[in-house]
C-alpha cells in the first residue's frame, strides 16, 4: 500500500497568514491527490484534487501543487473558518490511502 | 441536491454483525463509483471500500477483507456494507461518499453513522 505522510502534524497560525501543508507518498502517485477539510463532527470537504485543482466552491485563497510523491497545499490568507484538519488522499491505485491530518490550530 | 445518508449504525458486541445503508439522492446512482470511508474516534480518515457503478469492480482495506462485504442496489440507489465479525477496533464513524467521476475522488460525504463495538 502506498504511504501518504504530512507535515506538520499540528500547526498553530493566526488570521491573514500564509501556511503550507505538505504531502508525501511513499511512491510516485503522478498527479492523483486529493485535499480534504474536516471541522469537528462533519464530514470531510473536498478542496482540491488532481493535486491542484480547486473544487467548485472552494475560495481560491486555496491552492495545490506538486506531482510524483511530494504536494503541497497553501492557505495564502487565514481566515477564521479555515481552522479545521486537513487531509491528503491518494487515489492513484487501491487501497486509496490518506494521510494522517494536519490541525490548524488558532494561535 | 445530492444527499447521502447513513443509517444502520449502533452497539454491537464484538464477533456480532452489522448492516450499514447509504441513500442516496439528487444524482443518478447508478453511474457513480461509491465508497466507504471510517473515521475512528480522535482519529484520521481510513479508506474502507470502495465499489464501481455497476459493481463490476470492489475493492477493500486489509483491515477488512474477509469481514466486510460492500454491495449495492442501483434501483434502490442505495449503497451497503455488511460488517461481519466485528471488532473493537472497528468502531467508527462510517461515512459513504460519492466518487465525483471514474478514478477521480470522493466529492460528496454523507454525515456518518456510528458504529460502535464494545462488550
Known amino acids: 500500500a502506498i504511504r501518504m505522510t504530512q507535515s506538520p502534524s499540528s500547526l498553530s497560525a493566526s488570521t491573514g497568514d500564509r501556511v503550507t501543508i505538505t504531502c508525501r507518498a511513499s511512491?510516485?502517485?503522478?498527479?492523483?491527490l486529493a485535499w480534504y477539510q474536516q471541522k469537528p463532527g462533519k464530514a470531510p470537504k473536498l478542496l482540491i484534487y488532481a493535486a491542484s485543482t480547486l473544487q467548485s466552491g472552494v475560495p481560491s485563497r486555496f491552492s495545490g501543487s506538486g506531482s510524483g510523491t511530494d504536494f503541497t497545499l497553501t492557505i495564502s490568507c487565514l481566515q477564521s473558518e479555515d481552522f479545521a484538519t486537513y487531509y491528503c488522499q491518494q487515489y492513484y491505485s487501491y487501497p486509496r490511502t490518506f494521510g494522517q491530518g494536519t490541525k490548524l490550530e488558532i494561535k | 441536491e445530492v444527499q447521502l445518508v447513513e443509517s444502520g449504525g449502533g452497539l454491537v458486541k464484538p464477533g456480532g454483525s452489522l448492516r450499514l445503508s447509504c441513500a442516496a439522492s439528487g444524482f443518478t446512482f447508478s453511474s457513480y463509483s461509491m465508497n466507504w470511508v471510517r473515521q475512528a474516534p480522535g482519529k484520521g480518515l481510513e479508506w474502507v471500500s470502495s465499489i464501481s457503478s455497476s459493481s463490476s469492480y470492489i475493492y477493500y482495506a486489509d483491515s477488512v477483507k474477509g469481514r466486510f462485504t460492500i454491495s449495492r442496489d442501483n434501483a434502490k440507489n442505495s449503497l451497503y456494507l455488511q460488517m461481519n465479525s466485528l471488532r473493537a477496533e472497528d468502531t467508527a464513524v462510517y461515512y459513504c461518499?460519492?466518487?465525483?467521476?471514474?478514478?477521480?475522488?470522493?466529492?460528496?460525504w454523507g454525515q456518518g453513522t456510528l458504529v460502535t463495538v464494545s462488550s
Open positions: 511512491q510516485g502517485i503522478s498527479s492523483y
Open positions: 461518499a460519492r466518487d465525483s467521476a471514474d478514478s477521480c475522488p470522493p466529492d460528496y
